[in-house]
């Protein structure tokens, strides 16, 4: 059975109907759950989001803690703005988690537990930093809020934890140095390649980038005839990573350069 062009029309404009006031339909309830917390004693918003957050039930509770926090009761504010932050850090929100730690610690600078909010600034920092090939001011954000951290709580019990937090971050950068190398490289501009795979190498860890910064450098210092260079590039890379296919590939081209003597 074929539809007229304007019964479409008119199941067009009923649908669009329909969907509006779905939508008017839940904005005029979560304003009337807001409006209704709202108007709950501070104690008991408190108590009803504790509730919420011992559950779990994150979302639930935010409704609570935000409420409490908006009214500025100088005997719940600081704990529900923790809880608030908390329970956004437990939702994977990191961006809205670090601002509520942050304005945490801003207005209440006295609070008896700021150092769950400084620890976690800087795993939120951690975990919105982007992967290594990209930029990574959030990675070095991450470092300055764990040295923070560390200096403020220098015995607490999440001091290690802290710790493996800014040698990771301090790795990342380290990849991000290579893949800058990398990057010049296949761009043809060996200078400035090689000065940052120099700092690659410098680091002296043994793994998969420090064995592809020394390659790639062993490349460009043969790909330039470079022989005293290149006997330093290929020699490391041949003297840490013996097995590989790159050492080997290294050295017959460097054997092919030294017997143009």
């Not at 910064?213 to 043969?222: C, E, I």
Request: proline share 2%.
């Amino acid at each position: 059975m074929r539809i007229s062009k304007l019964e479409s029309n008119r199941y067009s404009i009923l649908t669009g109907y329909l969907l509006l006031i779905v939508i008017i339909a839940g904005f005029m309830a979560g304003c009337s759950n807001a409006d209704k917390i709202a108007r709950l004693p501070v104690e008991e918003k408190m108590r009803l989001g504790d509730e919420e957050y011992a559950d779990e039930d994150w979302a639930d509770a935010i409704d609570y803690y935000k409420s409490v926090v908006f009214e500025r009761n100088a005997a719940f504010t600081p704990e529900a703005q923790l809880k608030l932050a908390n329970c956004y850090f437990f939702q994977d929100n990191y961006t809205d988690a670090r601002f509520e730690y942050e304005e945490l610690i801003r207005l209440f600078p006295d609070f008896r537990d700021l150092e769950t909010a400084f620890f976690n600034i800087g795993v939120c920092y951690y975990q919105e930093s982007l992967p290594a090939q990209y930029t990574q001011e959030e990675t070095e954000s991450a470092i300055e809020a764990f040295e923070v951290f560390l200096e403020k709580y220098p015995f607490s019990s999440r001091h290690d934890e802290a710790q493996e937090y800014i040698d990771m971050c301090t790795d990342k950068l380290w990849e991000k140095t290579y893949y800058n190398g990398y990057i010049y490289y296949m761009m043809y501009d060996y200078s400035a390649a090689i000065m940052y795979l120099d700092e690659v190498t410098a680091v002296g860890k043994h793994n998969d980038f420090d064995r592809k910064a020394w390659y790639y450098k062993a490349k460009m210092y043969l790909k330039r005839e470079d022989k005293i260079n290149s006997r330093k590039a290929v020699g490391k890379l041949v003297e840490r990573y013996p097995e590989s296919s790159e050492a080997r590939r290294m050295q017959k081209k460097l054997d092919r350069l030294l017997a143009k003597d």
